[in-house]
């Protein structure tokens, strides 16, 4: 029987290591990034590119893109809060470029100096430069704070809708909505979701979720009840927003792989190998706490998703 894809987004390259007080040598991201791909994950976000005084950890960008866009069969990902972070995002080679619009104010302004408007402005910036161009990549806006901003506090639902609509019009390729400070609970990503997919139709098709409060795997079933395919997570659980106070714990990856395989969905990931992939992490960030549940318990005895979710 043919299972359903759904895809599973590494960010912790990028998402996970701009929290750590620390910078990890490009040659130490490499082997987190080889040994991973080799579970089966096929698409990373892997770097922002941001000036090196902001977010000294993402000094090396340019070189990670280019080295991750030799290695086979990966799609590589960056965020771009600009124009000219997205130029230098392709000019290294990256094939997805990410652009976050939050949709909160007082995030937007911390985060990347500038309104969620003129950030939809911006993305407009970048589309034309790709027509001009002819840059061979895939849009996304990534709309933050969606569910919630420790900043703000609540962030309209309509704000949200109109924000996924404006950058639709301005030529994002496709939308995501982020819990970028773990606010979210299911029952409002199942209606906030079906709102954006009524306005804008199939090209919101992505979620990133937070675990900050627990509920990120449950918001992850919301989602896939409201249509989504595609979700961001972190190996060991790691990251966050430096810019929003509070903002911890991305979903871990191999729990969200786990649970997706035990519904029966298919993510081409090899979950045991995805398992020993930690152990480049536990190398290169010793002491560093990883949040995944999996990895601590193990896999269960005589696990396959697809068996799992027949049962």
Not at 110 to 122: A, F, G, L
């Amino acid at each position: 029987m043919t299972r359903e894809k759904v895809q599973v987004v590494e960010v912790g390259l990028r998402d996970g290591l701009q929290m750590l007080p620390m910078t990890i040598p490009t040659v130490e991201k490499l082997e987190w990034l080889s040994a991973e791909a080799k579970s089966g994950v096929k698409r990373f976000e892997v770097a922002s590119f941001v000036p090196a005084k902001n977010l000294p950890q993402m000094a090396d960008a340019a070189e990670v893109v280019r080295a991750a866009r030799d290695m086979q069969y990966l799609t590589v990902a960056a965020l771009a809060p600009n124009l000219r972070g997205a130029v230098n995002a392709v000019e290294a080679g990256a094939q997805v470029v990410v652009m976050p619009v939050s949709a909160s104010a007082a995030h937007s302004m911390s985060n990347v100096r500038k309104t969620p408007d003129e950030m939809v402005e911006e993305l407009g910036r970048v589309s034309q430069m790709r027509r001009e161009q002819n840059w061979n990549i895939h849009l996304e806006a990534g709309i933050a704070t969606a569910f919630g901003c420790t900043l703000q506090g609540n962030v309209s639902e309509d704000e949200v809708v109109r924000l996924a609509v404006a950058a639709v019009e301005a030529g994002a390729d496709e939308v995501g909505l982020a819990d970028t400070v773990g606010y979210a609970t299911p029952a409002q990503v199942k209606r906030i979701f079906s709102k954006v997919r009524a306005a804008v139709g199939e090209k919101c098709k992505s979620a990133h979720f937070h675990d900050t409060r627990g509920t990120g795997l449950a918001n992850v079933v919301a989602a896939l009840d409201a249509g989504i395919r595609s979700f961001d997570a972190s190996l060991g659980g790691l990251g966050g927003c430096p810019f929003a106070p509070g903002a911890s714990g991305n979903i871990a990856t191999e729990d969200l792989v786990y649970m997706l395989e035990s519904m029966g969905l298919d993510t081409e990931i090899d979950l045991d190998a995805l398992i020993a992939s930690q152990s480049v992490l536990r190398r290169i960030l010793p002491g560093q706490t990883l949040f995944g549940k999996l990895a601590q318990a193990g896999v269960p005895l005589g696990f396959a998703g697809e068996d799992m979710a027949a049962e």
